[in-house]
């Protein structure tokens, strides 16, 4: 079945530093894949998604490309924020057989802190 | 456009009792999930519905049942309550398309923290 595994967290960084998460994907169709983001208290937001392999996801300066020849979709950013510090899903939608209503399968999440 | 709403936002239930987590989505999609987000496992889903008036199930169905009340309204119910469902619960939307496919953005809302002794 699909699945998505994530680096092992937390990540704690200084302010300033850059950011690196990994996520490997497993599916057996053409999925796309998606950047969540949780901050403190609250639901999951989008961050950035790709829909095909090679494709660059961006979105308040993280960014993420659709690596299918590694099965990997790394976020990263060149410069950390405090207020970047959130727990941040690797996640993708399978549609392989027409069958998936959008379903999303999630990585195990990662806690980033920045720390001014 | 409040997005996704869920109620209550907090409980404490017994073992054995039952509740119903309210979710509603004013932005007209035609699916909607429901997961659970337990510590170091990310989101599971529990059931989804494709479009109103149908359900499946998700990974982890067991000790629940869900209705699509409309098309806004999509609710999960324990029956009884154990100890082993305590966990965050998230209600999700997307456009979708009813009966087809779709690769599409989901929408969350807040969250209903369940405690259950």
């Known amino acids: 079945g699909d699945s998505v595994t994530q680096m092992e967290g937390p990540v704690t960084l200084s302010e300033e530093a850059f950011l690196t998460i990994n996520c490997t994907y497993t599916?057996?169709?053409?999925?796309?894949l998606f950047w969540y983001v949780q901050y403190p208290g609250e639901g999951l937001q989008l961050l950035l998604k790709?829909?095909?392999?090679?494709d660059k996801g961006s979105n308040k300066g993280f960014e993420a490309t659709y690596r299918k020849e590694t099965t990997s979709f790394h976020l990263e950013k060149g410069s950390v924020q405090v207020s970047d510090s959130a727990v941040y899903f690797c996640?993708?939608?399978?549609?392989?057989?027409?069958?998936?209503?959008?379903?999303?399968?999630f990585g195990q999440g990662t806690i980033l802190t920045v720390h001014p | 456009n409040a997005g996704v709403t869920q109620t209550p936002k907090f409980q404490v239930l017994k073992t054995g009792q039952s509740m119903t987590l309210q979710c509603a989505q004013d932005m007209n999609h035609n699916s909607m999930y429901w997961y659970r987000q337990d510590p170091g496992m990310g989101l599971r889903l529990i059931y989804y519905?494709?479009?109103?008036?149908?359900?499946d199930k998700g990974e982890v169905p067991n000790g629940y049942n869900v209705s699509r009340l409309n098309k806004r309204e999509f609710s999960l119910r324990l029956e009884s309550a154990a100890p082993s469902q305590t966990s965050v619960y998230f209600c999700?939307?997307?456009?979708?398309?009813?009966?087809?496919?779709?690769?599409?953005?989901?929408?969350f809302g807040p969250g209903t923290r369940l405690t259950v002794l």
């Open positions: 519905s494709a479009s109103e008036g149908t359900t």
């Open positions: 790709a829909t095909k392999a090679d």
């Open positions: 996640a993708l939608s399978d549609i392989a057989g027409g069958t998936s209503y959008g379903k999303l399968t």
């Open positions: 999700a939307s997307g456009p979708g398309l009813a009966g087809a496919p779709s690769i599409s953005t989901q929408y």
């Open positions: 599916a057996t169709g053409y999925p796309s």
